[in-house]
Each structure stands twice: as structure tokens, then as C-alpha cells.
């Protein structure tokens, strides 16, 4: 899981990328590339990326802000959905 | 959870609305500020990164929290004297303390009891509660090592407030403890011709100039005076003549060992007997390897050790590779081997006559030691009466 975070962390900031990882708490989500964060709350994440849109829904959902450009969200996540378009 | 950088370096938190988290995260995703935000709808941040927040006035400074962390436990403790003060003498303690001898650990005697060992000790004021800086350890090795025939080594070892002893006691001092119980006889434990014969106890069954087979016996175990038979354990010092061949032998295609990397493994801090673990990787080791320890001490220009110890652990893999040796090495390398071949047969021996052969072979080269010594050929064989 070290390995992977670094990874992300080392790849250009323009590029999208995400990778997730099984832990003890639900699943660790690490996406790079992200331009803002539009919707917050402890049972959805948006997250707006370069030509798209990002959901994440569950429960119980943190967040960390790298320096890069990259995010990772940990908790019980039960949906991703990929949206077309910034909107 | 809290990141352990910002635990170390001091982090902030923010409260914010939940309606402005997205917004407020965005901005500093857009800052390149490293936070983390958790469901209670607070925001973490460096401490170093806090003056950046308030320039981008993404909140107002009545929503962020007093200093967090570790960083944060200093600054709140920095006008407290109390604390501080308490902090200073617990440190003074630890170090006047570190001056005293506050234990004595002895290893190696058998015989000699610990007691007066540690009152021999005494003379030279090694004793508990003394300071460690008066104590001239080389000076108390020699004295006693001259005034006590029955140690035959001695180490002192100073090492925080801790003497360690090291002794080794005299092979007499031991042998004498040795009881011998039963009855027994002495045997050959060589083919060999007698050289010298000294019953201490027995009867002695060969004299000089005889030649005996491996087994025969040498010393019995049967003492008859009169018409009466007793046993007894035989003892004595048999000296025989023995003809030996030793032979050593190299292959021509030599498998080399050599290093190939050398990673850091760990890092270790002690601290009198605390041990903390700053790293440790794990990885899989597909070849044969050494972990190698770096010790470094740190000490004051008087020559006093600190007790303070950084152990760096490494890892050095190696690999094998066959090498074909040429001629010489391949001589130098045999007679190497016959050296300490030899040098291991005669260690208790008195060598009267050596002759070494050599040939090249199809695989390698082969030297052959012809040796005739003396040495102790008597061996105890214990026996029953019914």
C-alpha cells in the first residue's frame, strides 16, 4: 500500500489516475489529477477531474488533500460512478 | 486519522459548515496544502501551512484550534515552569545516576563462588554505589589476575551503571572439581608405539616401546594387593608415538562467494536499556545474506561513554560464482587447507616428523602430510561390578 501511494504520488499532477486498496476500515481510494472538490459530506464525495466528474458514495467517508493534486479517500466506500462532462 | 508527519510537526484543526467543506477543500486542494478532513466536519492542517490558510482567508482565525501535536504539547508547555523545571531534574537524575555503579553481573565461574569474586572486586573499589569514572578496570584486571592463580582471564567492562565480569577460571581449579566416581580402566584411542607411562592410579599394563592397537588397554582399572582384588577408577598419563596421514584436497572450478549489495535493514536507538525502532524493512531475500551491525557510540572528550547507542542494521546479500583457479592458486589454496587441517590435528600434540607430497589430479590438485607426533593417547572406559 506504500508502494502505491507513492506511486501516485510520484505521477505528473495533470494525469487522472485512481487507484483503490481493501483495508481494515472499508477501502483506501487514491486519485490524482483533481482539479476541485464539489460536494463533501461523510456519504458522497464529488471530486471534479479534467473532463469529468467523479461520485463516491458511502459511508463514513474521510478525505486527505496531498500537495500534488491527488486525494485519498478512506471509509466504507459502496458506490464510485464516473460522469461525463464537468456538470 | 491523523497523519504521523502532522503529529510529529504540529498540526491545526478547522471547524467549518458542512455547506462549506466542499468549497473550503477545493481551495486547498488548489494551494497544494496537504489536510486532511474527516467526517466531523474538521479540517486538519500543518502547523506550518496555517499562515497560508489565513492569507487565502478560506476561515477566520477564531475557527482554528490552539497548536496540536507534538509541536503543540511543547508550546503549551513552554510557560509552564513547573514542567519544565521537573523535566530538568528527572534529566540531572538520569545522568547522576548513569555516574553510579549500580550493579555487579559476574559470568564464567564454576568454582569460584560470586561472593568473592565481587570481594576481590571490592579492593579495587569496584563495589555498588560507587562512581563509575574512578574505576580503573585495566588496573584491577592485572592485580588480579596476578594475585588469583585460579582465574586464568579476566574482562571488567564498564557499561552504563552496570559492571560486567568476565572470567575464565584455570583448567587445574576445574579439574580438580571434577569428581570421578565408579571404577574405570584406560584405553588406546590410537594405533601408536608408548612413549611414556605415570599411574596415578591402577595398574599399568604396558610399558615404554610398546606398540598398542586403538582399544588395548592401557591402564587397569583392577588393583590386586595379596590375595585381594579391589577396583578403582584408573587414572594416569599415557604419551604414545603416532604415525597419522592428513590429506587435503581442491577442486580446480573454485565456487567464489562474493558480495553483491548492501541495503539498510533498520535503525535502532538505545537508550540506557530502552531500544527504539526508528525503521525496519521488510523485503523478501531471494539469496543467502548477512545482516551486519553498525555500533556507534558517542562519548565526551574525556574518554566517557554517553549511554546512548545507534545500531544500523544491513543487509548483505551475496552471490555465488564459479571461478576456474590457476596452478598457483590452486597450490596456494591446498596447502592452506592442509595448514589448518594440520594445525587443528596436532593441537594438543608435540610434532616429531612431518613429510608433505603433492600432485595435480583430474579435478584439482591433492597434498598429502605425512605426521608422526606425540600426544595423549589414554582414554577413561568405565566399567561395572556386580
Redesign the interface.
Known sequence: MTDNKSNVKNSPPSSFRLESVKNRRGVSILITG?????????EMI?VKSHGMKLLIRGK??????????S?EIS?RAEDIAFCYGKN | MVRIDFLIFGYRKITLSPEDLSEVTSNLLRAKIPSSITNDGKITVRERDIPRVIALGITREENISKPLGLLGAIKQIHHKRAVVSALVLSMLLVIVSSLLVWDIRIEGNESIPSVSIEEELTKYGIKKGMFVAKIDESRAEVEILEENSEISWININKRGGVIYVKLAESEATKEEKVEKKGYSNVIATYDCVIEEITVKRGTAQVKKGDVVKKGDLLISGIVSSGESIDFCYAEGIVKGRVREQIVAESDRNYEKISEKSEKSAYLDIYFFNFRINIFKIYRKLQNKCDIIEEIKTFSFPNGKKLPLLLVFGKEKTYEKKTVELSDEELVRMTSELLSAKTAARLANSDLLKLKTEGEFTESGYKMTSSVVFLCSVGEDSVFYVQ
Open positions: 483533481v482539479v476541485s472538490i464539489s460536494e463533501f459530506s461523510e464529488a463514513r467517508l474521510n478525505m486527505t488533500v496531498f500537495e500534488n493534486n486525494i471509509g
